[in-house]
């Protein structure tokens, strides 16, 4: 009973944060960026037809857990397509694909600026779903992508994350924009540290205070999660320290990364200081 009351109180501190982060985040979007923004979890939901996107196969994996259009998506949605025409707007995904979708980033904070791009983490469980179904979804998400930016003039990048491998602290190959497995822990911190939850399940450790995070994570997960498809919660995996080479590693990528987005490199070497 006691930490049912920490899982709800953590919850509800949790969401009033992600309130606050999303006010932030519209304050500062271009008008057409804030109709984006709420576009996005429907184009992640449903295979849609939209102006400027190329047809997507049916066959690609859709759905966002637990997720419905609240009235003013809907009505931001009717300015660009005839929602009326559109099903499944309005009632429950039969087999949700995504777990959950976030932001990761500047954001909601105090580095976002009406010219800064948009990162997402799209979590999905990869072991449910075929090869040509993760290839189906990589394509749409690709998409997406060139369709935001010749259409809203915004960078949005989606990064597929497989919840069982972030768990593992396995983030995949470096890229541009993110340095893989070398800095996983930095990565992961970074995620729960900035990441808006836009639809779907929330991470678990965003709802525990930190104590009981460290000593009861595993035991609490093995009793919210016994029933995966109606847990609310995604464990993305606790984390509990990062070593000194990930704090080396990180330095030096930000110095790098200093070529690109001078700005953002300070605020994060800081941030590495601290």
């Known amino acids: 009973l006691i930490f049912s009351e920490f899982l709800h109180y953590g919850e509800a501190r949790f969401l009033k944060q992600n309130r606050f982060s999303l006010l932030t985040a519209f304050d500062i979007f271009r008008p057409a960026q804030s109709d984006l923004f709420r576009i996005i979890p429907v184009l992640i939901h449903l295979n849609l037809s939209f102006p400027g996107l190329e047809p997507i196969d049916p066959a690609t994996p859709s ?3 637990d997720y419905r259009p609240c009235p003013q998506t809907m009505a931001v949605l009717d300015k660009y397509i005839r929602t009326k025409t559109v099903d499944g707007l309005e009632t429950d995904h039969p087999a949700p694909a995504i777990e959950g979708l976030f932001t990761i980033g500047s954001i909601g904070s105090i580095a976002q600026t009406s010219d800064s791009d948009i990162d997402y983490w799209v979590c999905i469980n990869e072991h449910q779903m075929t090869r040509n179904e993760v290839a189906l979804l990589d394509q749409k998400l690709v998409g997406l992508e060139k369709m935001i930016s010749e259409k809203f003039d915004t960078q949005v990048t989606f990064f597929k994350v497989d919840i069982t491998r972030a768990k593992n602290n396995d983030f995949g190959d470096s890229t541009v924009e993110s340095s893989g497995s070398a800095q996983a822990r930095i990565l992961k911190e970074e995620f729960y540290r900035t990441m808006i939850h836009v639809a779907g399940k929330i991470p678990l450790w965003s709802v525990l205070p930190t104590a009981i995070s460290l000593q009861y994570y595993n035991a609490l997960l093995s009793q919210v999660g016994t029933l995966p498809h109606l847990s609310r919660y995604i464990d993305l ?38």
């Open 237 to 274: 995996g606790d984390i509990h320290a990062i070593s000194t080479n990930e704090y080396f590693g990180a330095s030096i990528w930000q110095m790098f990364k200093w070529l690109k987005s001078p700005f953002k490199s300070v605020l994060k070497m800081a941030l590495l200081e601290e």
């Open 63 to 65: 759905g966002i857990w």
